[in-house]
């Protein structure tokens, strides 16, 4: 009922800028939010950036300032664009789609994930 795919995970220097886009597909009754998660290698997935429909862009302490999360509602596509980006940013990036069905059902769907890896 419901794909998340993301793309634009890429080796990039340290200070340098990347942007992510993640495309979700399908037919639901309503996307709810949309958002950012990653994880590095020896770490636990966490929160890097979401979003609600009508609602603020939330983030990660450690990359407010840095990261741009932004949605295009129409197209049912979210972006993240990192600039200033470090080392420890390097992570697997999933995307995840919130939703809500046409069975008036709860619907939660990650991506494959994509890396990034910043170098120094």
């Not at 993301?6 to 958002?35: H, K, N, P, W, Y």
């Not at 494959?112 to 890896?117: A, H, K, M, P, R």
Request: proline residues 2%.
């Amino acid at each position: 009922q419901l794909l998340v795919e993301e793309s634009g995970g890429c080796l990039v220097q340290a200070g340098g800028s990347l942007r992510l886009s993640c495309a979700a597909s399908g037919i639901v009754f309503s996307m709810d939010a949309m958002g950012w998660y990653r994880q590095a290698p020896g770490k636990r997935r966490e929160l890097v950036a979401d979003i609600r429909s009508g609602g603020s862009p939330n983030y990660v302490e450690s990359v407010r300032g840095r990261f741009t999360i932004s949605r295009d509602n129409a197209k049912n596509m979210v972006y993240l664009q990192m600039n200033s980006l470090k080392p420890e940013d390097t992570a697997v990036y999933y995307c995840r789609a919130e939703a809500t069905g046409w069975s008036h059902q709860y619907l939660e769907v990650w991506g494959q994930g994509t890396l990034v890896t910043v170098s120094s």
